[in-house]
């Protein structure tokens, strides 16, 4: 029969044979190679909590993005120059950099704000 081919895998102190779970690779749970030693009086080392990437991207997920509004200072210098230049509202590399001074802002801000603002409000006529 199938169960007299099986090998006895019950743990030693519950009456099961420990050389049986050696064969097969298994260590009884009495087994005083799993445990850690440790100086008497010592504590156990402490283990590091886990970083996997799979907690890291939940973690990530988990937090709520900050979305807020620029700084007054630095839309309303966008505002001006869009409203000097808005029949062409594309600002050069030398526009853009002083724009990047005077705001404080990094570039794909000030990207994404002309972007956003040539979409709701320019009527995409250039110059003629």
């Known amino acids: 029969s199938r169960a007299s081919c099986m090998t006895d895998l019950?743990?030693?102190?519950?009456?099961?044979?420990?050389?049986?779970?050696?064969?097969?690779g298994l260590r009884s749970p009495a087994d005083?190679?799993?445990?850690?030693?440790?100086?008497k009086g010592a504590e156990p080392p402490k283990r590091k909590a886990?970083?996997?990437?799979?907690?890291?991207?939940k973690a990530d997920l988990m937090k709520k993005r900050k979305k807020g509004k620029l700084p007054p200072h630095a839309t309303e210098a966008m505002k001006e120059w869009w409203d000097a230049n808005s029949s062409w509202p594309y600002p050069t590399e030398?526009?853009?950099?002083?724009?990047?001074?005077?705001?404080?802002?990094?570039?794909?801000?000030?990207?994404?704000?002309f972007i956003n603002q040539r979409k709701r409000h320019w009527n995409g006529k250039g110059p003629s």
Do not use: F
């Open 32 to 39: 005083p190679s799993d445990s850690i030693r440790t100086p």
């Open 50 to 57: 886990s970083t996997n990437a799979s907690e890291r991207m």
């Open 94 to 113: 030398l526009e853009k950099k002083r724009l990047l001074d005077q705001t404080d802002l990094d570039i794909n801000q000030l990207n994404n704000w």
């Open 10 to 24: 019950t743990p030693p102190e519950e009456g099961g044979s420990r050389s049986a779970m050696m064969a097969n």
